[in-house]
């Protein structure tokens, strides 16, 4: 395959045995003025069952002057059993999941509903994913974006917190701040959970460091606590802070 070319949101372009050939969205394929309507009727209720639907098409003329459609695949990826458990965890942690996808709208809609997503925002470009994300954090709303792909490198980025799936792209693990090692929808309920016991722990911390320093530092500047005594204090004081964080290895999901 000596020439290929990545189409942002669209699909991709390849030359295979001197054929330049597309494959992508019904949008790529607009964009090359091909007619797809003989095919939609099939499409649609293929998309309906929640499969994605790939166009192909095939380049000729002097430099691509002309092309015609050849075809269509429809695809379907299982989703994982814990999935559908995955988000109702997600909103017992008071979560509110939107599917954004630049899937067409039947297929979203399809994988929302099997795994209870109420709000889908789809067929979103690269650039309407940022646009998204920016729209909720000016809501007031702090927002967490998992994805694994190039298309969603830009949204991570932008995200409050950027998740990355480890056989994701390269590109996407690098801009996320938290990459989950097993592609299991579940690890990203379990994440939060501990990130926010953590977070009470550091804040208890802080807040026992602070007491001890506010009522000690009094005492030995007036000169009421001997040497030794706040020495052995001192040495107490952090081997508390340390013991309370080690209670977080107690934790389970």
Not at 136 to 163: E, T, W
Not at 208 to 220: G, H, K, R, S, T
Not at 235 to 241: E, I, K, N, P
């Amino acid at each position: 395959m000596p020439f290929r070319q990545t189409l942002p949101g669209r699909g991709a372009r390849a030359v295979v045995e001197g054929r330049t050939l597309l494959a992508g969205s019904r949008h790529l394929m607009h964009d090359f003025s091909l007619d797809t309507r003989a095919w939609e009727e099939t499409v649609q209720t293929l998309e309906g069952t929640g499969c994605t639907v790939m166009w192909l098409a095939e380049q000729n003329g002097a430099e691509g002057s002309s092309c015609h459609l050849l075809g269509f695949l429809a695809v379907a990826d299982s989703l994982r059993p814990s999935a559908a458990e995955a988000v109702r965890a997600l909103q017992r942690l008071n979560v509110e999941p939107v599917l954004l996808t630049g899937d067409n709208l039947a297929t979203a809609t399809a994988v929302a509903a099997t795994v209870g997503i109420a709000r889908v925002v789809a067929g979103a470009l690269p650039a309407d994913k940022v646009d998204t994300l920016l729209s909720l954090r000016r809501q007031g709303k702090v927002v967490a974006m998992v994805g694994d792909g190039l298309n969603d490198a830009p949204a991570l980025a932008i995200a409050d917190v950027g998740v990355a799936m480890g056989t994701g792209t390269d590109v996407a693990m690098e801009t996320a701040g938290l990459t989950l090692m097993r592609t299991d929808p579940a690890l990203l309920p379990v994440a939060l959970a501990l990130s926010r016991v953590t977070y009470r722990k550091i804040i208890q911390n802080l807040f026992w460091a602070m007491v001890y320093n506010m009522v000690a530092l009094p005492l030995a500047a007036l000169g009421l606590l001997n040497p030794a005594i706040a020495g052995a204090a001192m040495a107490l004081s952090s081997v508390s802070v340390v013991a309370n964080a080690l209670l977080l290895k107690r934790w389970q999901a």
